[in-house]
């Protein structure tokens, strides 16, 4: 069975830090990239940072900077550290998964999401 596993939003004024957290398990395959992103009312969801299994990673142009994300293979684990939290970073944050397999010589991926934590920034 599949679970990720959110945990860390929250409220926090402008300025100040959060951690979230996103725990795997059950997932089939090897686990590629583990990554957040956001969503608020009315718009996309969008990615906010992702992170290979080697430890690349790749950030929105509005968190540089200020996000951070970590993880721990072991424990298939991913950490986000956001810090200089500003309002509009407020959003329900979603856990991402990818587990990668080979079929027949093609690269299949599938995708897993947690059931989303909540960020709110007061001003």
């Known amino acids: 069975q599949v679970q990720l596993v959110e945990s860390g939003g929250g409220l926090v004024q402008a300025g100040g830090s959060l951690r979230v957290s996103c725990a795997a398990s059950g997932i089939p395959f090897t686990i590629n990239v583990m990554g957040w992103y956001r969503q608020t009312p009315g718009k996309q969801r969008e990615l906010v940072a992702r992170?290979?299994?080697?430890?690349?990673?790749n950030y929105a142009d509005s968190v540089k900077g200020r996000f951070t994300i970590s993880r721990d293979n072991a424990k298939n684990t991913a950490y986000m550290q956001m810090n200089s939290l500003k309002p509009e970073d407020t959003a329900v944050y979603y856990c991402n998964v990818q587990s990668t397999y080979r079929f027949l010589g093609r690269e299949v991926v599938n995708d897993y999401w947690g059931q989303g934590t909540q960020v709110t920034v007061s001003s």
């Open positions: 992170i290979t299994a080697g430890g690349s990673t």
